[in-house]
């Protein structure tokens, strides 16, 4: 079995700031990035200056602050070209409406958008704006363009604003840009710029206006391989049921009810997918006739009738032309017997098995890797872990793919 370490050397991220009430939220990134031991120079427009100073971030990175194009602190006055040398990555949270647009039409007007021109290194945005700025067509037109240069970006989320108007518009949180910023530093690309689709959590079948049939899964198992999918470069996608969870910086999610609506967003994305993940526990069997209304408890035995769900997975595997397909086997008891079954069933080539009783709901997980060459047991770890290697494992599986095409 292979062991996977990962890299803890020290990364420079450069952190950009510019004009928004979101400004004071990047205080705390800022601290949460040093504590994580990476090294913060922060870079802040003139119009940032309006709503944080830069004595703030100094404090609390340990490091100088830019600010000017032309500044005294810029060594030999090229500071556009000599902070990006040196960077492991650029992040500019908030990024304004303003900044969106002159980053798209290549404008480098101050010391930030010349700096993110003259980059040699990723860059990654944190939108934040007015709920009317984010839905203007002119900047979907920018973000557009953005997506179409690889710039990552995060966000935003839904919520109410500091102009009293509630939609979408405001900044990720720190904590999530914080994770965000840290699986992009460790990624080792080993996905990149592949098209992986997950599907996690749970599904939820209605028998009534307020009762259905669901299961226990918690969804950390899918959320963990999306967050490794994105952390070797992968342009993810993640189909979810209802979950309690914060998902990961994927490029799109979709949050789904039923098997019915999760089989619906897998069939409009699947064209486009190259690694297809179903690790979603999707109900066998959903309820013959849904009542729109509540139904009232009576004293006699009620009867419900349940019809088969679409099994989505085997919908996938069985397309003329299938992305490479992996598969969940949550079993109870035979494990690795019933496992395979399934397998050969649904002509997977990877098919990951675990004990249901062992792993639902829990942070840790042991897991059976089956695949042509047989089995590979991956002993008890975090489910992030877990994810990692088994991303490592798909890696392995689907080059050796395309070596044989």
Same mark, same amino acid.
């Given at each position: 079995?292979?062991?996977?370490?990962?890299?803890?050397?020290?990364?420079?991220?450069?952190?950009?700031?510019?004009?928004?009430?979101?400004?004071?939220?990047?205080?705390?990134?800022?601290?949460?990035?040093?504590?994580? =031991?990476?090294?913060?120079?922060?870079?802040?427009?003139?119009?940032?200056?309006?709503?944080?100073?830069?004595?703030? +971030?100094?404090?609390?990175?340990?490091?100088?602050?830019?600010?000017?194009? #032309?500044?005294?602190?810029?060594?030999? %006055? &090229?500071?556009?070209?000599?902070?990006?040398?040196?960077?492991?990555?650029?992040?500019?949270?908030?990024?304004?409406?303003?900044?969106?647009?002159?980053?798209?039409?290549?404008?480098?007007?101050?010391?930030?958008?010349?700096?993110?021109?003259?980059? /040699?290194?990723?860059?990654?945005?944190?939108?934040?704006?007015?709920?009317?700025? #984010?839905?203007?067509?002119?900047?979907?037109?920018?973000?557009?363009?953005?997506?179409?240069?690889?710039?990552?970006?995060?966000?935003?989320?839904?919520?109410?604003?500091?102009?009293?108007?509630?939609?979408? =518009?405001? &900044?990720? @949180?720190?904590?999530?840009?914080?994770?965000?910023?840290?699986?992009?530093?460790?990624? !080792?690309?080993?996905?990149?710029?592949?098209?992986?689709?997950?599907?996690?959590?749970?599904?939820?079948? $209605?028998?009534?206006?307020?009762? =259905?049939?669901?299961? !226990?899964?918690?969804?950390? &198992? =899918?959320?963990?391989? $999306?967050?490794?999918?994105?952390?070797?470069?992968?342009?993810?996608?993640?189909?979810?049921?209802?979950?309690?969870?914060?998902?990961?910086?994927?490029?799109?999610?979709?949050?789904?009810?039923?098997?019915?609506?999760?089989?619906?967003?897998?069939?409009?994305?699947?064209?486009?997918? /190259?690694?297809?993940?179903?690790? $979603?526990?999707?109900?066998?069997?959903?309820?013959?006739?849904? %009542?729109?209304? !509540?139904?009232?408890?009576?004293?006699?035995?009620?009867?419900? @009738?349940?019809?088969?769900?679409?099994?989505?997975?085997?919908?996938?595997?069985?397309?003329?032309?299938?992305? +490479?397909?992996?598969g969940f086997a949550a079993e109870t008891q035979d494990l690795e017997k019933n496992a395979e079954i399934k397998r050969k069933k649904k002509k997977l080539p990877l098919l990951v098995a675990n004990l249901a009783q062992y792993a639902i709901a829990s942070d840790e997980v042991e897991l059976v890797l089956i695949d042509d060459?047989?089995?590979?047991?991956?002993?008890?770890?975090?489910?992030?872990?877990?994810?990692?290697?088994?991303? %490592?494992?798909?890696?392995?599986?689907?080059?050796? !793919?395309?070596?044989?095409?």
């Amino acid at each position: 079995m292979t062991t996977y370490v990962s890299s803890t050397s020290k990364k420079r991220l450069l952190l950009g700031v510019t004009g928004g009430i979101a400004a004071y939220k990047v205080a705390e990134l800022a601290r949460l990035l040093t504590q994580n =031991g990476i090294d913060v120079h922060t870079i802040m427009t003139e119009s940032a200056h309006h709503f944080i100073g830069p004595v703030t +971030f100094q404090s609390l990175t340990g490091n100088p602050v830019y600010t000017d194009l #032309w500044g005294a602190n810029a060594a030999a %006055n &090229m500071a556009h070209i000599n902070l990006s040398r040196n960077a492991d990555m650029i992040l500019v949270a908030p990024a304004s409406a303003n900044f969106i647009a002159k980053l798209a039409n290549g404008i480098a007007d101050d010391l930030l958008t010349t700096l993110c021109l003259a980059r /040699d290194c990723p860059l990654m945005i944190a939108p934040a704006m007015n709920r009317q700025m #984010w839905e203007n067509p002119a900047t979907q037109r920018n973000l557009s363009v953005l997506r179409h240069d690889n710039i990552k970006i995060i966000g935003p989320a839904c919520g109410e604003q500091a102009c009293g108007e509630t939609g979408m =518009g405001r &900044m990720s @949180e720190a904590c999530e840009l914080a994770e965000a910023v840290r699986s992009a530093l460790q990624a !080792k690309n080993l996905l990149r710029n592949k098209k992986v689709l997950v599907t996690a959590g749970p599904t939820f079948e $209605a028998i009534d206006a307020v009762r =259905g049939l669901t299961n !226990k899964s918690s969804g950390k &198992m =899918g959320y963990a391989i $999306a967050q490794a999918a994105v952390e070797a470069g992968a342009k993810v996608t993640l189909v979810s049921g209802p979950t309690c969870l914060m998902p990961p910086a994927v490029d799109t999610l979709i949050n789904v009810v039923s098997a019915a609506e999760m089989l619906h967003a897998v069939q409009a994305q699947i064209e486009q997918i /190259d690694i297809f993940i179903g690790v $979603a526990a999707v109900a066998d069997y959903r309820a013959a006739e849904v %009542n729109q209304q !509540k139904l009232k408890k009576t004293n006699e035995k009620m009867l419900l @009738e349940l019809i088969p769900n679409p099994d989505i997975l085997m919908t996938v595997s069985n397309l003329p032309k299938p992305p +490479f397909c992996v598969g969940f086997a949550a079993e109870t008891q035979d494990l690795e017997k019933n496992a395979e079954i399934k397998r050969k069933k649904k002509k997977l080539p990877l098919l990951v098995a675990n004990l249901a009783q062992y792993a639902i709901a829990s942070d840790e997980v042991e897991l059976v890797l089956i695949d042509d060459n047989g089995k590979h047991i991956l002993p008890k770890a975090t489910k992030l872990q877990q994810a990692q290697h088994l991303i %490592n494992h798909i890696h392995l599986l689907y080059k050796r !793919k395309d070596n044989l095409a």
